[in-house]
């Protein structure tokens, strides 16, 4: 299955740059045993329209029949192994994509979010834009490691 991250904003060079490279880098080494495989980061303007000027974009961006998944802070929050179970869930109903989209500094717009098949939440903080990708590259990492069984992750 591969995974896609659909993005809001533009991650210009420096360290949250750096750890999401080196996240999703270790995802795609530890994943690719596990059937996961990294799909792409897709990163749209932010638009003076707003959320739905945005989820226009973001939508363009999603893989055709994939599933959706939405960070958002009215979404369920999850222990690192419930969202590496979900993971492999959308892997073993045999979906070939799963989107995570992480929208711009409105939110993601409520028709886009409704179309989602899982909204999830990082806590009920909010979090800056590029911390919530270098999170998500992260968890996505954390979850391949769970899978395959590897020491990473301590209970």
């Given at each position: 299955?591969?995974?896609?991250?659909?993005?809001?904003g533009?991650?210009?060079?420096?360290?949250?740059?750096?750890?999401?490279?080196?996240?999703?880098?270790r995802?795609?080494?530890?994943?690719?045993?596990?059937?996961?495989?990294?799909?792409?980061?897709?990163?749209?303007?932010?638009?003076?329209?707003?959320?739905?000027?945005?989820?226009?974009?973001?939508?363009?961006?999603?893989?055709?029949?994939?599933?959706?998944?939405?960070?958002?802070?009215r979404?369920?929050e999850?222990?690192?192994?419930?969202?590496?179970?979900?993971?492999?869930?959308?892997?073993?109903?045999?979906?070939?994509?799963?989107?995570?989209?992480?929208?711009g500094?409105?939110?993601?717009?409520?028709?886009?979010?409704a179309?989602?098949?899982?909204?999830?939440?990082?806590?009920?903080m909010?979090?800056?834009?590029?911390?919530?990708?270098?999170?998500?590259?992260?968890?996505?990492?954390?979850?391949?490691?769970?899978?395959a069984?590897?020491?990473?992750?301590?209970?």
């Amino acid at each position: 299955m591969r995974v896609h991250l659909c993005v809001v904003g533009r991650l210009r060079t420096g360290p949250e740059r750096q750890l999401i490279d080196d996240y999703l880098d270790r995802f795609e080494k530890t994943g690719r045993g596990l059937g996961l495989t990294l799909g792409g980061v897709t990163e749209v303007e932010a638009r003076k329209g707003g959320m739905a000027a945005e989820a226009e974009l973001l939508e363009k961006a999603l893989p055709k029949g994939g599933k959706l998944v939405v960070l958002d802070e009215r979404g369920k929050e999850l222990t690192s192994p419930q969202f590496s179970q979900k993971l492999a869930d959308f892997r073993d109903q045999a979906a070939g994509d799963v989107a995570f989209v992480i929208g711009g500094a409105d939110g993601i717009d409520p028709r886009l979010r409704a179309q989602a098949d899982l909204a999830i939440s990082f806590g009920r903080m909010v979090w800056p834009h590029m911390l919530a990708r270098v999170m998500l590259a992260e968890q996505l990492y954390r979850a391949a490691s769970i899978l395959a069984g590897s020491p990473y992750h301590r209970v």
